[in-house]
Each structure stands twice: as structure tokens, then as C-alpha cells.
């Protein structure tokens, strides 16, 4: 039973352009959520997917957009790149009902 | 963004000893869960908690979730090298399910 999947795994971008990262999350999960992490810092919530629509947003701007697909894989997409974006991007996956969120192994963006 | 209090930052121990960290809120939380992250991959969950004073166990892990619901303890038995890495907590707040709020983490590292 593979777990949550994400692509690619390191990516290195210049500041301005954009970025779209992937998440296949784990077998029998509907809910996929993304998180940045700054070095040195705990995972902060991005938003969350559910039936192909935005549940939730944490304090990011709209350069931060995404979309789940119908077999619930997700994408997140981050415009107008800055250097401050630089972090490992994570996604998480659950079942909706249950609290219990599985991790990706991420996606380590350096913007240059 | 909103973080959960860690203790301590980090730790130095011998192989064998054993390990206490928490996590506090400054609100109440409606679950708690423990995960271990090592360099450059994504989260791991260890233990989840649902309801205030529950103490539950993952072979040398024990967690507990704090009777007011704005505190969790995480505890290893007898480390070995491979517990090294840096532990979250994380939770849920009753008035937002969908959003995992992260701890600071605690850095562990196990000395032979």
C-alpha cells in the first residue's frame, strides 16, 4: 500500500516565475491538505481539499492556489515567486471523518 | 502563523536514558498527535489522542493527552540511535478540524 507520493522532490526556481508541485495521496484517503515548512520551523497549513474544492486556507496569499482532481490526487500552485518561498512543501492526506493525517516525504523548493 | 510551545528545543542523551517533551496551547484542543521527522523527509505520525487524560502507548512511546486539553507529554523509554530526529506535536482546535496547528519541535539527539 503505497503511502502519500509527492513530485518532484527537489525543484530549483528563479524568483518570479511559478511553480505547480503534485500529491497522490495514500490509498482510501479523500482529504488532502499542504503545508510549508521553513527550515528550522514546524509545518504551517496551507489549505485543504476535499470533493475537489477549497475546505480551508491558512494566512498564505493567492499567489497560493491549488486543485484536487476527481481520484482525489492534488496539486498546489505558487505564482510570482519570491526567495522567501524557499521551504519543503508537504502534503498530507486523511480520510474526511477522521483526524489522523499521513505526510508526503515533501518537495524542497529553492527559489533563486 | 499560530504555533504550539515545544519543550525543550532540544535534547542531548545517552542511549538507554529516557526522554520527556511537551507541547502547550495557549486554547484548547479537541486532539493531539505526536510526529517524528528526520532530515529532509516528511513527518511521521507516532501516537494520536482524542479526549483529555488519555494515555496511550507505541512500544517505547507513551503519550498523553493533558486534562485541561492545552497541554500533551510524549515520552521514549530506553532511546536507541535511531530515535534521533525532531519531534512535533500537533493539534486540532475545536473550532477548526480541518487545520493541523504545529508545534516548534524538539530536536533529539542520541549519543552511544
Known amino acids: 500500500d503505497a503511502g502519500v507520493t509527492q513530485s518532484p522532490t527537489h525543484l530549483i526556481k528563479t524568483r518570479g516565475q511559478q511553480v505547480t508541485l503534485r500529491c497522490s495521496p495514500k490509498s482510501g484517503h479523500d482529504t488532502v491538505s499542504w503545508y510549508q515548512q521553513a527550515l528550522g520551523q514546524g509545518p504551517q497549513f496551507i489549505f485543504q481539499?476535499?470533493?475537489?474544492?477549497?475546505?480551508q486556507r491558512g494566512n498564505f496569499p493567492d499567489r497560493f492556489s491549488g486543485h484536487q482532481f476527481p481520484n482525489y490526487s492534488s496539486e498546489l500552485n505558487v505564482n510570482a515567486l519570491l526567495l522567501g518561498d524557499s521551504a519543503l512543501y508537504l502534503c498530507?492526506?486523511?480520510?474526511?471523518?477522521?483526524?489522523?493525517?499521513?505526510f508526503g516525504q515533501g518537495t524542497r523548493l529553492t527559489v533563486v | 502563523g499560530q504555533q504550539l510551545n515545544q519543550s525543550p528545543q532540544s535534547m542531548f542523551i545517552q542511549e538507554g536514558e529516557d526522554v520527556s517533551m511537551n507541547c502547550t496551547s495557549s486554547s484548547i484542543f479537541n486532539t493531539w498527535l505526536w510526529y517524528k521527522q528526520d532530515p529532509g523527509e516528511g513527518p511521521v505520525l507516532l501516537i494520536a489522542?482524542?479526549?483529555?487524560?488519555e494515555l496511550t502507548s507505541n512500544g517505547r512511546l507513551t503519550a498523553q493527552f493533558g486534562i485541561t486539553r492545552k497541554d500533551s507529554f510524549l515520552n521514549i523509554s530506553a532511546s536507541i540511535p535511531s530515535d534521533v530526529g525532531i519531534y512535533f506535536c500537533a493539534g486540532h482546535s475545536p473550532y477548526n478540524t480541518d487545520k493541523l496547528i504545529f508545534g516548534t519541535g524538539t530536536r533529539l539527539q542520541v549519543f552511544p
Open positions: 481539499y476535499y470533493e475537489e474544492e477549497e475546505r
Open positions: 498530507a492526506s486523511k480520510v474526511q471523518m477522521n483526524t489522523e493525517a499521513f
Open positions: 489522542l482524542y479526549k483529555a487524560g
